[in-house]
């Protein structure tokens, strides 16, 4: 894992690179990568190049970048892992290729001279990189199918800016800051800043399964190479097709998932697990640990606040490290720890976030423990339908469906209903025959943070205007689940490619690398869901509990028939708890401070 950075001035009276701007935007991320850095320059300085390293594959000096291709026409800068590189090593190494490093980034560069722009459906792994074509002049960027990796861009028309942080890019200068209303609205519709959108104007998120070259033409489009709602529409195509019976089995899920972390424990040093007593860390602990043994790490959060309450992690988690023999460790945080590292949290924070405090102290213990690679249960819940969005979701479309043919009745009762409800109880409630009527609606109604009628009395009304004719979230929202029949899928699109994708996978990166920690994700791997759709598409597809069932190493009982509870973090304990010191704040009054915070930062 690492950071990434590059300057392209493009257009033909663009001025020469600012080198110094350059080393700005790389220092700025030196906690993504404190193993090393470095930076090219093309010899007429149009073009440069910066990385800063955490070295995780061939941790010798032969690895480092930018790296150049043996002629020296390509030169690249990646963040990520490519899980499947041996396989393609050896395929290139049949072709003639040769290698001087044992790095999955030298085999980028041979795959990108070779196959170009179709490399990518090749790719196993997470990653976000840009590759430089002498010969062509021009750059290449290609960010991973599910977007685990970020990468953002600033244009300015004549010259293009790219980096794996937002805040790095604005350490370099040269950006347009003035406030992107798609941004703000969307950070307190949300709770995140949805993509392609940042608080700024001046900069965007390249697509997730999204890649663009730029020449002296300027950016071209985005094209997608892999489509998460195409996928899913697809499986479910086939599995309607597929002749009576299910089209899946215990023993072919498990060996899915084994598949998965097996390629995500591929590292040339220690891969830890975080660890909690859910279903989703467990069975991949169970898992890895049949591959690793009693060399597995595992590490468990623990709070102050929840000791001996149901809502405690550590006994079962602990529970669970003994039976698979894994090396374990425990570390406890409380109120003090919070205040200790607020302000570093704050200032780690990359995009305003309602979230990531849970990700970002667990990172910080197992960061302190040794290990630079944790493996996280994130994506469970998103493929296995283990949130709640699951059932409230279709079962408020249904209900609440013939009153979408009953003209203005909706937005009637909101208009009534709004000003009173919001005294006594949850200000969605007034939405519920307006947003409630289809899946797309009633997902933006479970997951809204402030409702769309709430935003003019947080925002300038011509920025809530502005911004919420950008964002078009309900038209977005149908075209997730477009073509996709299957009522869990929809629910399983729309979790992934807006809550998981915008929040927990961009929590999980910025949190990570403040601790200089690559944080992967094995159910989170296109190669598994285009395995699993088929049988997530069933008429009674798997679900978490078959998930823990998989693996041949059974979990425990009281595991497996544990009530689901989700992680829990003692947040409003922590901003609650002493009202003269946080004001008695709520997620809401959270989301108001995370914004003015990192909006005046």
């Not at 040093?269 to 640990?289: I, N, R």
Request: proline share 5%; hydrophobic share 45%; net charge negative.
């Amino acid at each position: 894992m690492c950071g990434i950075g590059a300057i392209f001035a493009y257009g033909r009276d663009a001025p020469r690179i600012d080198r110094d701007a350059l080393l700005r935007i790389r220092e700025a991320m030196a906690l993504r990568g404190p193993d090393g850095a470095g930076s090219w320059h093309s010899e007429d300085d149009r073009c440069g190049l910066a990385h800063r390293r955490l070295a995780i594959i061939d941790l010798t000096a032969a690895a480092a970048q930018p790296m150049a291709s043996a002629d020296g026409r390509y030169h690249i800068t990646y963040n990520g892992e490519i899980y499947n590189y041996r396989a393609l090593r050896d395929e290139l190494k049949r072709d003639g290729v040769a290698f001087v490093t044992d790095s999955d980034t030298e085999v980028l560069l041979a795959l990108y001279a070779r196959d170009g722009a179709a490399m990518l459906d090749r790719l196993r792994g997470m990653y976000a990189f840009a590759i430089w074509d002498a010969e062509k002049r021009g750059m290449f960027l290609a960010r991973d199918p599910l977007g685990i990796k970020p990468l953002y861009f600033a244009d300015d028309g004549r010259t293009l800016r790219i980096a794996s942080q937002v805040k790095a890019l604005l350490a370099g200068s040269g950006i347009d800051t003035a406030p992107a209303p798609a941004g703000h609205v969307g950070f307190f519709l949300w709770g995140y800043v949805p993509e392609p959108h940042t608080l700024y104007r001046g900069i965007h998120a390249l697509g997730a399964g999204a890649w663009m070259w730029i020449d002296s033409s300027g950016p071209g489009p985005q094209t997608r190479h892999f489509d998460l709602t195409r996928v899913l529409a697809t499986a479910a195509e086939e599995a309607a097709e597929e002749a009576a019976g299910e089209p899946w089995d215990l023993g072919a899920l498990g060996e899915a998932l084994a598949d998965s972390v097996a390629h995500h424990l591929v590292a040339d040093v220690p891969v830890g697990v975080f660890l909690s007593s859910g279903l989703d860390s467990a069975t991949l602990v169970s898992l890895a640990a049949e591959i690793k043994g009693t060399e597995l790490r595992t590490v468990t959060l623990g709070f102050d606040d929840f000791r001996g309450k149901e809502v405690d992690e550590v006994p079962l988690a602990e529970r669970i490290a003994g039976q698979f023999g894994t090396d374990h460790r425990t570390s406890w945080i409380g109120r003090a720890d919070f205040d200790a590292e607020s302000d570093r949290l704050m200032a780690a924070m990359d995009q305003p976030t309602i979230d990531g405090v849970n990700s970002y102290f667990v990172s910080k213990v197992t960061a302190e423990t040794g290990l630079k690679v944790a493996i996280s249960g994130l994506g469970g819940d998103e493929m296995f339908g283990g949130y709640a969005s699951f059932r409230e979701v279709p079962l408020l479309a249904r209900v609440l469906k013939p009153f979408r043919f009953v003209p203005g009745f909706g937005r009637g009762f909101r208009a009534v209903s709004a000003p009173v409800l919001k005294h006594f109880t949850s200000p969605k409630y007034a939405g519920l025959f307006e947003y409630g009527t289809s899946h797309a609606d009633a997902y933006l109604l479970r997951r809204g943070l402030f409702m769309p009628w709430e935003l003019p009395e947080l925002l300038d009304a011509d920025l809530v205007r502005d911004g919420w004719r950008e964002l078009a979230p309900r038209a977005e929202l149908e075209a997730t689940v477009a073509g996709i029949g299957p009522v869990n899928l929809r629910i399983s699109a729309l979790e992934t490619a807006w809550y998981m994708r915008n929040q927990l996978l961009r929590d999980s990166d910025w949190a990570g690398m403040a601790h200089s920690l690559e944080i992967r994700t094995p159910l989170v791997d296109a190669v598994l869901l285009r395995r699993l759709a088929p049988m997530l598409a069933a008429h009674s597809p798997p679900g978490k509990r078959d998930m823990a069932l998989s693996p041949a190493r059974r979990l425990p009982a009281e595991v497996l028939n544990r009530p689901k509870t989700g992680f829990s973090v003692p947040i409003h304990e922590w901003l609650g708890g002493d009202t003269a010191h946080h004001g008695g704040w709520g997620f809401r009054q959270w989301a108001r401070h995370i914004h003015a915070a990192q909006w005046t930062s």
